[in-house]
């Protein structure tokens, strides 16, 4: 699982990088404006899923799983 959390994080930084930081352009519409902000709240769930995962539920399972 955390080989699929790298790879994702790594999906969103390209997307990061190809949207400029989600930075909208000059002449985007609003339906590109929105799907901007949706993606970078999506990268904020994600990181924050990622870290609880990772830092929380895995180290309690393999203690669980060592008792």
């Known amino acids: 699982m955390e080989l699929e959390h790298e ?8 997307i990061r990088e190809l949207t400029n930081g989600y930075a909208e352009p000059a ?6 404006a ?6 970078e709240a999506f990268e904020r769930d994600l990181h924050a899923h990622v870290h609880l ?6 180290p ?6 060592g008792k």
């Open 7 to 14: 790879t994702a994080g790594g999906a969103m930084a390209r």
């Open 27 to 32: 002449d985007g519409c609003t339906t590109y």
């Open 53 to 58: 995962e990772n830092n929380v539920l895995f």
């Open 34 to 39: 929105i799907t901007l902000k949706e993606l």
């Open 60 to 65: 309690r399972a393999l203690a669980l799983e």
